[in-house]
């Protein structure tokens, strides 16, 4: 038989399993970046083995206003890429003409909406495949998909209530949904280097109390009275910015990211700092912990 027809490139792509039933299919070294999943059936089941290849972010910084953003790398499902593209008014380009890789690819039937996945449905996708790579061991390809199905219910408005919303929002600010330990790590330095600055400014006092004792002598009986004055501020601000106020102020936030009290005397400015930076804090430090397991768990 003639075999021409078979030479090309060595990988092998698939361009949808639409309609099809996913329980014994099983996807080996296989290129899936423009796979199309959405119709399929029991895609929890599927098996993905070998180094199957999925779509990718746009790579490079994108300008949203005076801000400029970039997304970090990991693994998306073409449905996704249609979405957003859509979304972003991306012009269609002509058959044949490559997709460049800062922009998101655009599907089929773009721009019209109702014929492209929207959210909850990119989700779902998401949920499902995230099983997949789960009972194959692939704990950070699982990361990826739990990833892209954060963003997508955070972005629904159908399903996902205002509340769960803002409260996706806040997990993706804050850690990128425990995942990004670099985003977790960044703000706990952001929130120890401010609540150091606020314990100089206004938590240390200018000098640690001395206590009072007062007496009295009432028919013979003596009876005296400790008290601590509560601590004081130094006035002029040159004054507070100095280096000994900055370690004690360092080891106040240290004790605090590790649930332990400083045991310094602090103005009751400082006290409310200290609890506040008692619960941030920590808070930040396990959600960097968690991403980091979650990147490297196996």
């Known amino acids: 038989m003639d075999e ?29 970046s423009d796979c199309l999943f959405s119709g399929a059936f029991h895609l929890d089941q599927l098996r993905l083995e070998g180094r199957c290849a999925f779509a990718t972010v746009p790579t490079g910084w994108r300008r949203r206003g005076m801000r400029l953003t970039r997304w970090t790398r990991r693994r998306t499902l073409a449905e ?29 039937h773009h721009p019209d909406p109702g014929l492209t996945p929207d959210p909850e449905d990119v989700a779902a996708l998401y949920r499902q495949l995230r099983k997949a790579f789960e009972d194959g ?81 009432t028919h013979g009986k003596i009876t005296l009275n400790t008290e601590t004055s509560d601590p004081a501020l130094i006035g002029p601000w040159r004054q507070r910015l100095t280096g000994p106020r900055a370690e004690k102020a360092t080891r106040v936030v240290v004790n605090s990211v590790v649930f332990r009290s400083s045991g310094q005397n602090l103005t009751t400015t400082g006290t409310y700092i200290e ?12 959600l960097a912990a968690l991403a980091v397991r979650g990147r490297i768990k196996r």
């Open 4 to 32: 021409s027809v078979l030479s090309g490139p060595a990988a092998v792509r698939v361009a949808s399993v639409q309609g099809v039933d996913a329980a014994f299919l099983v996807l080996t070294d296989l290129d899936l």
């Open 80 to 108: 996704e890429h249609h979405w957003r593209a859509q979304t972003d008014c991306q012009p269609a380009l002509p058959a044949g003409h490559p997709v460049s890789p800062a922009l998101w690819r655009f599907g089929p």
């Open 137 to 217: 061991r692939n704990e950070p390809g699982a990361a990826d998909f739990y990833y892209g199905e954060c963003e997508m219910r955070r972005h629904d408005r159908t399903s996902t209530s205002t509340g769960e919303r803002r409260l996706l929002w806040g997990y993706w600010l804050l850690s990128g949904y425990g995942l990004r330990a670099s985003r977790a790590m960044g703000w706990l330095l952001a929130a120890m280097a401010t609540t150091t600055l606020a314990l100089m400014l206004w938590g240390l006092p200018s000098h640690d109390p001395a206590p009072a004792t007062t007496g009295s002598l």
């Open 275 to 286: 609890m506040a930076s008692r619960l941030l804090e920590p808070t930040l430090l396990a």
